[in-house]
């Protein structure tokens, strides 16, 4: 069996996954290249913003994972691909297979005034955010932007905070991505938690204490969430892959060009007309897929093609509505009214995965 140096660059849930999934079986040698010294799970951002999530909850170290693993952690930045090396920040790796998943950051679509915005995409961010509805006490805080992230912030926040909570959305209804009558079922849950739902409104700008729209009116505010969009990070920007929309293409084996595979949100993972969604549950198979392709690869077998589970014209999502509530969309199918059981498996699924990386293989 031939060994092969695989270098994975990003330690997030795609990454991080890979790893665990491919390592305890043999012949692959991993270097994960990761600047962040833990593992990270943003689907628990609403909940630590709402102060519902501690911190060990949502990370893991990933020094002593990478240990117990046996894998090399680069503590840094990876800057471009030359050559069957990836160039860090002040070192070179060499691998024989390298695998992309470097996740995706906050699209601002060119807002005016982001620097009075704040955002839950990174822990950082989240951190800031967290301190400053603890310092300041907001009464009016305005959610830009109604996709999952959105909605379940606003759910989050209503329930742990005496504030005016609104949510705006440039579409004409919230989590336009889903069905309609999935729209409906949560627009129906956020108001009667007194959230303030704007449809087909556009931001044009965010000022300290307002928010201005496109046409010409504004709602002052104390606090302004952006969580509309994301788009693929600066380094995937400068490599020479196959792109679409700017993010790395792949085929059906995930894979995009030479010895590159990519997974996770960088990835445009588009298999038999089915889209896959950037989520951590297509994160998380994709990793699990590729771990097993990567030992067929080394064994010399042939690879399995991926299949998508959720995808753009279906979606499988666990909302969490708050007040220990959530709801389970599979496809055109909306699982049950706001429901606990629903919550404590998605708090389970949440939580279990940093578990994954903290204790056992
Ligand atoms: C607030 C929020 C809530 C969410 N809730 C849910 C949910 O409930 N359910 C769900 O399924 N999905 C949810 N998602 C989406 C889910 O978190 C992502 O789809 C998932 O994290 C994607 O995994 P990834 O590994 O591709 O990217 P990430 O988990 O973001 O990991 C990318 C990693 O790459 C690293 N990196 C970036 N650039 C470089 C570089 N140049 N060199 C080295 N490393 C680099 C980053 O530091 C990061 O650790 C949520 C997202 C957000 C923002």
Known sequence: MKSLRVAVIGGGVAGAELVRVAHPHGPLQFTLIEPKNRIELQALYPEYLGGLARMNELTAPLEPFCDRVGARHVNERA??????????????????LAVIATGASQNYFNLKGIENTFSINTLEETIRARQFVEDRNPERIMILG??????????????????????????????PQFSEATSELIEKALSKKGVNVLTSVMVAEVREDSVIFSDGSSLDCDMAIWTAGVKPSPFIEGLDLPKKNGWILVDE?????????????????EVG????????????RQAKHLARNLHRQAEGRLLEKYTVRASSDSQVALISLGCDCAVGIYGKMCIGAPSRLIYSLKSWIDKSFIKRFRCSR
């Open 273 to 284: 007309g089915k889209l896959a969604t950037k989520t951590g549950l297509e994160a998380e």
């Open 253 to 269: 084996y995930l894979h995009a060009k030479d010895d590159i595979f990519a997974i996770g949100d960088c990835a445009w993972v």
């Open 79 to 96: 800057l471009r691909l030359e050559d069957h090396k990836v160039i860090c920040e002040s070192s070179e790796i060499e691998f024989d």
């Open 146 to 175: 109604s996709g999952l992230t959105g909605v379940e912030t606003a759910c989050v926040l209503s329930e742990g905070l005496d504030a005016s909570i609104y949510v705006v959305e440039a579409r004409d209804r919230v989590l």
